[in-house]
Structure formats: structure tokens, C-alpha cells
């Protein structure tokens, strides 16, 4: 496909449960971010990727947060032990490497910790 | 104080309008400047990007920085309908990796 694509779009769990987010970036993009959005919260930068290393670890909120990337494209958030505050939509970006290219985003996968 | 500072809004307006959104922001650094449009349910979609201090238009948006009032605002004129979503503004520096910092996003809604 063209875009960034996300799987799952939805997921429900129970709290407790380890999740797996995964993200297909546009083809020949370098780079590759996470980020999250909460209600009333925006979108929070958790980690960018070039090519298979994380420079940037910055945002994981704790260490129940990871995420790995291979081959230098498909990339996968993992959330371990959920929680309900983990409740948010998971957004991909992928962008070329230049310092001030646009980052393109997937639709996000909807996670509900119940 | 916040990096980014962004009304929530939300902003009613009627068809035809003309719309001026806006925000703020701290760091002196940053240098590249967008807004992104965002749908219910869909990811952020790049509408405008700046370089620095100035003005970019494209078609009904237009798109201003100053950078002297750590200060952009997105127009849009005409509004229609379509329009309808939450846009967010986001900025960053020049070093290359350096993540984008979005402002909250601020909800409009135009009616018919």
C-alpha cells in the first residue's frame, strides 16, 4: 500500500495482558515514530526509530513499554502487564531522514484496557 | 509553560467563514512548522509545512509563522463543511530524529 499501515485498528484487553501493536511504514522511509494519543492529551512522542535503531527512547512512558524494528521497516510497539491508563490510540509515523521531513501517519491502533 | 500551546476550542462556524487558528510555542529552535488535519477515527494528515518566518499559501489555507512571537496561525477561507476536523500544529528543530511536538489540536466545526 501507499501509506503507513496499522494492525491491529482496534484491541480490547483485559489488564494484565501483553499487547502488540504493529506498524508497516511507507516504503523507503528511514525513519519511523510512535506516539500516542490520549483524550484531551494531544499526541506524546514515545519512540523513533532510524532505520533499526531507537536513537530517541525518550517518551516510553515506563518499562513496561518496548518496541523493536527489523530489517528497517515493520516495526512493533509491545505493551506489557496492561494497565487502564494504557487506554489510547497508538499512532505510526514514517518519514524520509532528512531533518525536517513531514511525518506521514498511520490511522492508529484504539487500545481499550478493561 | 507547555512547549506548544494550542486552544482546544472547540470553534463553531458557519459555511463561508473565514477561520484563523493558531498557537504558541517556547523553544526558539524549532524551525520547521506544520499543520496536520485530523478526522475522527483517522491519523493526522499533513496539510501545510513551513520553513522558519513567513507565509505559504495553498489554495483556501494559508499558513503564517512568526518567529519573532514564537507564533503560527493557519486561515482558512471559504470554509466548508468538509473542513470539519481537529488540526493540530507541530514543530520541530533542525538535527534530523528530533521528534515533531504537536500542540493539542483544536476541534472545529463548520455547519451548512
Known amino acids: 500500500g501507499a501509506g503507513v499501515s496499522q494492525s491491529p485498528s482496534n484491541k480490547v484487553t483485559e489488564k494484565g495482558k501483553d499487547v502488540e501493536l504493529r506498524c508497516d511504514p511507507i516504503?523507503?522511509?528511514?525513519?519511523l515514530y510512535w506516539y500516542r494519543q490520549s483524550l484531551g492529551q494531544g499526541l506524546e512522542f514515545l519512540i523513533y526509530?532510524?532505520?533499526?535503531?531507537?536513537?530517541?527512547k525518550s517518551g516510553l512512558p515506563s518499562d513496561r513499554f518496548s518496541a523493536e524494528r527489523t530489517g528497517g521497516s515493520v516495526s512493533t510497539l509491545t505493551i506489557q502487564r496492561t494497565q487502564q491508563e494504557d487506554s489510547a490510540v497508538y499512532l505510526c509515523?514514517?518519514?524520509?531522514?532528512?531533518?525536517?521531513?513531514?511525518?506521514?501517519f498511520g490511522n492508529g491502533t484504539r487500545l481499550t484496557v478493561t | 509553560q507547555k512547549e506548544v500551546e494550542q486552544d482546544p476550542g472547540p470553534l463553531s462556524v458557519p459555511e463561508g467563514a473565514i477561520v484563523s487558528l493558531n498557537c504558541t510555542y517556547s523553544?526558539?529552535?524549532?524551525?520547521?512548522f506544520m499543520w496536520y488535519r485530523q478526522y475522527s477515527r483517522k491519523g493526522p494528515e499533513l496539510l501545510m509545512y513551513t520553513y522558519s518566518s513567513g507565509n505559504k499559501e495553498d489554495g483556501r489555507f494559508t499558513a503564517q509563522v512568526d518567529k519573532s512571537s514564537k507564533y503560527i496561525s493557519l486561515f482558512i477561507r471559504d470554509s466548508q463543511p468538509s473542513d470539519s476536523a481537529t488540526y493540530l500544529c507541530?514543530?520541530?528543530?533542525?538535527?534530523?530524529?528530533?521528534?515533531?511536538?504537536f500542540g493539542k489540536g483544536t476541534t472545529l466545526s463548520v455547519s451548512s
Open positions: 507541530a514543530m520541530k528543530g533542525n538535527q534530523a530524529g528530533t521528534a515533531l511536538i
Open positions: 523553544n526558539s529552535a524549532f524551525q520547521y
Open positions: 509515523a514514517s518519514s524520509t531522514q532528512g531533518s525536517g521531513s513531514p511525518l506521514h
Open positions: 526509530f532510524q532505520g533499526n535503531s531507537a536513537p530517541d
Open positions: 516504503s523507503g522511509h528511514t525513519a
